[in-house]
């Protein structure tokens, strides 16, 4: 398992957690803010979970990439890493 895999999975979990507990807060109608935290912690979660699973492709695939010379590979990689960022910047 790589590095930061572990911490992206206990993130994962937490954060499935905490949605169940949201859902249960929405059903009995609980206060609005505290329902708005709770969601922002599955936000955070999930967001911490991605940075986690970034760092470990680009210190494992993407290194491994470069380091091949195969050009194709690494130009795949950088359009992948590209798409991944732009997609994070428009949420």
Not at 23 to 43: F, T
Not at 70 to 79: E, G, S, Y
Request: aromatic share 4%; net charge positive.
């Amino acid at each position: 398992m790589k590095k930061n895999q572990e911490k992206a999975i206990i993130a994962v979990k937490k954060a499935r957690s905490t949605l169940d507990k949201i859902i249960d807060m929405m059903e009995k109608k609980k206060y609005c803010i505290d329902i708005v935290q709770q969601n922002l912690a599955v936000i955070w979660l999930l967001k911490s979970s991605n940075l986690s699973l970034l760092e470990d492709h680009l210190n494992c695939c993407f290194v491994d990439a470069a380091r091949s010379g195969d050009k194709n590979k690494l130009d795949q990689m950088i359009n992948e890493m590209t798409t991944v960022i732009k997609t994070a910047q428009n949420k």
